[in-house]
Structures are given as structure tokens and as C-alpha cells.
């Protein structure tokens, strides 16, 4: 079935980057797409973006472009999510999900990172 | 690319049926067949609950069930529990450029 396991709560600072990660298992990485969409508090869900891990493409929602980098790591199964000039309304728990064979939809997620900027 | 829309809640009792809309536009939930539901609990990750418009994933319970006619899709949930109490997104492919919309959620209260 799987299992998305993501990286612990970040503190950051206006103006920083922050990087979280997105480890696979249970499920051949390179089968499946992964999202990332972001929960601002109190807010609904928000997609920014895809890594297909198999070409290493990637696709960005334009309210991130510039600013948002998705890649993944297939020899660790682990997918990635960089985004820089953090702002307070960068705050949010972002998930990552993933999608199976262009099948549309996100079948597993993971649990959430929280991210706090600061200034 | 916006929100689709959603209403801010819904509510029902026990045993009653709630359906909540998802209201898009011709660029996504009117021209692709591709809307996803989302269930997610008080501090949880949204789980999978309906895609492709009508489709369930195995598990989930036959008392989530999906439409859509034109522009809106909808989620209707039977024989209301208050395990279904959450807070429920809609969600489109919406083509090439901007490939994903979700919707500004709706939350389900059992009354």
C-alpha cells in the first residue's frame, strides 16, 4: 500500500529557505508522482507542485514559480520540496501526496510538515 | 487559476443525507471527468475518499458517493455518523498549465 514518511517541524526566519523531505516506501517509487500542497492555519488545502520521479519533470502551480523546487533522490526514495523567500504567509503544514501512474487523484499522503516563518 | 467553490458548512443529523457542491468552471470540473474528494479529519491528512467523479477506492464506505453535471460536482454522504464529522475538499484536474484546483472546503457537522 505505502507509507510517505516527511520531515520534522521547521522554524525559519522572512527572507530564509526551507527544504522538507518526503521519504517512499512500501510501493516502487518510481511508479507514482509526488504533490505537494500546502494547509495554511485554519485555511484549506493548495497545490504547488509535482516531481515525476522516473524523468525527474517537474510542474508548478504559477503562484510558486521562481520560488518553489521539487526534486526527488530515486536511490533513497525520498522526494523534495525547497522554497525560498519564506514570508509569514508562508506559514502552513505542507503534505506530500502521492499520485499513481497519471491516475489524477491522491491515493496516499503523508502526515504533514509545519513549517513557521518568523520575523 | 482559482478555488473551486465550496460551501463554508453543511449539516445534518444522524441518519440523515448531506450533499455538498463543488463549483468549478468549463477550464476544470466542466470539461474534465477527473474531480477527487477529500476527507480530513481534526488535525489528520485528507484521505482519498472519491475519484473520477463517482469512483470509491477500496474501503471506503458506499455511503460516500460522487456526481457531477456540468460545472459542479457533488458529495453526498448517507446514513450520516458522527465519525463524519470533517472537513471535506473537492478537487479537479484542471489541465496542462495549472494542473490541480482544489476547493475552498466544506465542513460537515452531525448535528
Known amino acids: 500500500q505505502g507509507q510517505l514518511v516527511q520531515s520534522g517541524t521547521e522554524v525559519k526566519k522572512s527572507g530564509a529557505s526551507v527544504k522538507v523531505s518526503c521519504e517512499a516506501s512500501?510501493?516502487?517509487?518510481?511508479?507514482?508522482?509526488i504533490h505537494w500542497v500546502r494547509q495554511a492555519p485554519g485555511q484549506g488545502l493548495e497545490w504547488m507542485g509535482w516531481v515525476n520521479p522516473n524523468t525527474g519533470n517537474t510542474k508548478y502551480a504559477q503562484k510558486f514559480e521562481g520560488r518553489v523546487t521539487v526534486t526527488s533522490d530515486t536511490s533513497i526514495n525520498t522526494a523534495y520540496m525547497d522554497l525560498t523567500g519564506l514570508r509569514s504567509d508562508d506559514t502552513a503544514i505542507y503534505f506530500c501526496?502521492?499520485?499513481?501512474?497519471?491516475?489524477?487523484?491522491?491515493?496516499?499522503w503523508g502526515r504533514g510538515t509545519l513549517v513557521t516563518v518568523s520575523s | 487559476q482559482s478555488a473551486l467553490t465550496q460551501p463554508a458548512s453543511v449539516s445534518g443529523s444522524p441518519g440523515q443525507s448531506v450533499t455538498i457542491s463543488c463549483t468549478g468552471t468549463?477550464?476544470?470540473?466542466?470539461?474534465?471527468?477527473?474531480v477527487s474528494w477529500y476527507q480530513q479529519l481534526p488535525d489528520k491528512a485528507p484521505k482519498l475518499l472519491v475519484y473520477g467523479v463517482t469512483k470509491r477506492p477500496s474501503g471506503v464506505s458506499n455511503r460516500f458517493s460522487g456526481s457531477k453535471s456540468g460545472n459542479t460536482a457533488s458529495l453526498t454522504i448517507s446514513g450520516l455518523r458522527a465519525e463524519d464529522e470533517a472537513d471535506y475538499y473537492c478537487?479537479?484536474?484542471?489541465?496542462?498549465?495549472?494542473?490541480?484546483?482544489f476547493g475552498t472546503g466544506t465542513r460537515v457537522i452531525v448535528l
Open positions: 501526496a502521492r499520485e499513481y501512474s497519471a491516475t489524477r487523484r491522491f491515493d496516499l
Open positions: 512500501g510501493y516502487t517509487f518510481i511508479d507514482a508522482y
Open positions: 468549463s477550464g476544470d470540473v466542466g470539461t474534465y471527468n477527473l
Open positions: 478537487c479537479s484536474y484542471a489541465g496542462i498549465n495549472t494542473p490541480y484546483v
